[in-house]
């Protein structure tokens, strides 16, 4: 059974950091790019970062930029998302997701394009 599932949410206070896991089951994601989505109360749901089966190509959404790292370890099938000086506004769930195959090298941050969801994992950013 393919099955991504998200860990490393909580509770943090503005400033504090996070560090976000996509681990995957039943497949291997060395041919898959991957993508974090979150989704704020009442929110659509938006792309945040993607990176590419390789590693080679990283992409973040303008809010994020020089504050989340997207990174991958292949021999542990696992990608993940280090936030740094988080804000309120980053509070929400947040999804990891499988790049459609026939995207394979590429890295863009369109849900549409995506086939696999993880469960989401809950960031909170409060005082």
């Known amino acids: 059974q393919l099955q991504l599932v998200e860990s490393g949410g909580g509770l943090v206070q503005p400033g504090g950091s996070l560090s976000l896991s996509c681990a995957a089951s039943g497949f291997t994601l060395d041919y898959y790019g991957i993508g974090w989505f979150r989704q704020a109360p009442g929110k659509e749901r938006e792309g945040v970062s993607c990176?590419?089966?390789?590693?080679?190509?990283?992409k973040y959404v303008d809010s994020v930029k020089g504050r989340f790292t997207i990174s991958r370890d292949n021999a542990k099938n696992t990608v993940y998302l280090q936030m740094n000086s988080l804000k309120f506004e980053d509070t929400a769930v947040y999804y990891c997701a499988t790049l459609k195959r026939s995207l394979f090298g590429q890295c863009v941050l369109s849900d549409r394009l995506y086939d696999y969801w993880g469960q989401g994992t809950q960031v909170t950013v409060s005082s």
């Open positions: 990176i590419s089966s390789s590693g080679g190509n990283t």
